[in-house]
């Protein structure tokens, strides 16, 4: 009965110890890494709910672009990205190790085609955020423009609908099927994302920038490597 009334004692103990908590990596996080040469500065930020991490990396070919897979294990975070780099979308793989106010990565392809360390300090500017920033503008609705094609007035259907800074939903071009948004983001009052369509046989990556204004938004988009471009006013139905 003794071991009994012991073995109770030590797990009661245990119970009260503080259990290990995760690192608080949320905030803003800068830094660069060398690309053939040259220094690319990225700003990564970061928001963690338990140990899921979610959030963007600016910085890249397609900026910003939003974190997959965001975990945070002990003193390791990592997740994934996609971006477009010479008209090729690639996989980005970040792991990094978090001490005190750094981050220690090691990112790279995921086929391990390419990689690169990359150290990022927290910014000092994180805690002014601690003010509530203004509300993201709601782009919910349909939206409906037209566009030269080659000569031909081209109309565009968009289906959008935000939550926060993010954005979903479909574009749709007469005669062709609905195209899932990707990535879609507001910032401020710009709007952000990408489709992929196919034309004459070729498939392509079409990037959206599109300012936002009182029942319009002002889009400039085209190809994301920028061999094609083309301007649209799109109003809300």
Do not use: C
């Amino acid at each position: 009965m003794k071991w009994v009334l012991r073995l109770f004692g030590i797990l009661a103990f245990i119970s009260l110890l503080p259990g290990a908590k995760a690192a608080d990596v949320s905030g803003t996080w800068k830094g660069t890494f060398d690309f053939e040469g040259s220094s690319v500065p990225v700003t990564i930020n970061l928001k963690i709910d338990g140990t899921k991490v979610t959030g963007t990396v600016e910085g890249l070919p397609t900026t910003p672009t939003e974190i997959h897979d965001g975990a945070l294990t002990g003193d390791t975070v990592s997740f994934w990205v996609n971006t477009d780099y010479e008209g090729q979308t690639y996989k980005l793989v970040y792991k990094g190790k978090i001490a005190a106010d750094q981050i220690s990565f090691d990112f790279g392809t995921e086929d391990g085609s390419w990689s690169s360390p990359l150290t990022v300090k927290k910014s000092e500017d994180t805690a002014a955020a601690a003010a509530p920033a203004p509300a993201a503008p709601d782009v919910t609705g349909d939206w409906k423009g037209t566009f030269d094609l080659n000569g031909t007035p081209t109309e565009l259907k968009f289906h959008l609908k935000s939550s926060g800074n993010t954005v979903t939903g479909t574009m749709e071009r007469a005669g062709t099927p609905p195209v899932e948004l990707h990535e879609g983001k507001i910032d401020g009052d710009t709007v952000n994302f990408w489709i992929t369509t196919d034309y004459e046989g070729e498939t392509y990556t079409i990037v959206y920038k599109g300012k936002i204004t009182s029942g319009q938004i002002a889009f400039d988009f085209g190809t994301a490597d920028q061999s094609w471009g083309a301007q649209m006013i799109a109003k809300k139905n």
